[in-house]
Antibody, heavy 119, light 107 residues
Framework: QVQLVQSEAEVKKPGASVKVSCKAS????????INWVRQAPGQGLEWMGW????????NYAENFQGRVTMTTDTSTSTAYMELRSLRSDDTAMYYC????????????WGQGTTLTVSS | DIQMTQSPSSLSASVGDKLTITCRAS??????LHWYQHKAGKAPELLIS???TLQSGIPSRFSGNGSGTEYTLTISSLQPEDIGTYFC?????????FGGGTKVEVK
C-alpha cells in the first residue's frame, strides 16, 4: 500500500541543523511531489514547502527561505528536509505529505517526526 | 497570503447529530479547498478534495460544499470514531495555508 515512513524523533540544540527523512513506498516516487508541513505545540499547521519527486523543482515558504533545503533521492524513494539554525520555536511535529503537484491536495501523510530544540 | 478562517474552533455534539464546519478564504480560491481529519497520535487523513470530492474509503456521512471564498464540511450523522480535529487547506496559491482547525468531541 502507499505509505510514507518518516525518521525518528530528534533532539537538537539551538543553532544546530536537522535532516528529516521520508521514505515512500507503494507508488511511483518521481511522479509525485512531497510537501513538508509542521505543527508546533498548540498551534495550527504550517506549510514549509514542496519538492517534486524527481528533485527538479522546489517551492519554499517565505518564512523558511534560506534556512530550509528539501531534496529527494530517487534511487531510494526518499525525501529529505533539512532545517538549519534551529531555534526553540522550531520545536514541532514535522510531517511529509504526498501531492501530485503543488496545487494538489495532500493525499498520503507520513506519521510525523518530533523535533525538540532545547539547550 | 490567503488567510483561511475556520469556525467553530471546537464543538461538542451527540452521536447522530449533524455538524457543519465552515472555512472562509480571504479571497477566492476557486474550489482549491481540501478537508482533512487529524486524530491524536495519527497522521492526518484527506477526507475531501476540490471542495466536494469524497476520497475513496471515506464514509458517505462526510460531504463538502462551497465555492469562491466560503466552504463547508458536513458530517450528516456524527459517530464516536469521528472525534478529532478537522482542518481545511487551500492550494490555490502559495504559500499553501490551513485553517486553524475545528476540534470535534462527542458528548
Amino acid at each position: 500500500q502507499v505509505q510514507l515512513v518518516q525518521s525518528e524523533a530528534e533532539v537538537k540544540k539551538p543553532g544546530a541543523s536537522v535532516k528529516v527523512s521520508c521514505k515512500a513506498s507503494g507508488y511511483t516516487f518521481i511522479s509525485n511531489g512531497i510537501n513538508w508541513v509542521r505543527q508546533a505545540p498548540g498551534q495550527g499547521l504550517e506549510w514549509m514547502g514542496w519538492i517534486s519527486g524527481d528533485n527538479v523543482k522546489t517551492n519554499y515558504a517565505e518564512n523558511f527561505q534560506g534556512r530550509v533545503t528539501m531534496t529527494t533521492d530517487t534511487s531510494t524513494s526518499t525525501a529529505y528536509m533539512e532545517l538549519r539554525s534551529l531555534r526553540s520555536d522550531d520545536t514541532a511535529m514535522y510531517y511529509c505529505a504526498r501531492a501530485y503537484s503543488i496545487s494538489y491536495y495532500m493525499d498520503v501523510w507520513g506519521q510525523g517526526t518530533t523535533l525538540t530544540v532545547s539547550s | 497570503d490567503i488567510q483561511m478562517t475556520q469556525s467553530p474552533s471546537s464543538l461538542s455534539a451527540s452521536v447522530g447529530d449533524k455538524l457543519t464546519i465552515t472555512c472562509r478564504a480571504s479571497r477566492t480560491i476557486s474550489k482549491y479547498l481540501h478537508w482533512y481529519q487529524h486524530k491524536a497520535g495519527k497522521a492526518p487523513e484527506l477526507l475531501i478534495s476540490g471542495a466536494s470530492t469524497l476520497q475513496s474509503g471515506i464514509p458517505s456521512r462526510f460531504s463538502g460544499n462551497g465555492s469562491g471564498t466560503e466552504y463547508t464540511l458536513t458530517i450528516s450523522s456524527l459517530q464516536p470514531e469521528d472525534i478529532g480535529t478537522y482542518f481545511c487547506q487551500q492550494t490555490y496559491s502559495t504559500p499553501l495555508t490551513f485553517g486553524g482547525g475545528t476540534k470535534v468531541e462527542v458528548k
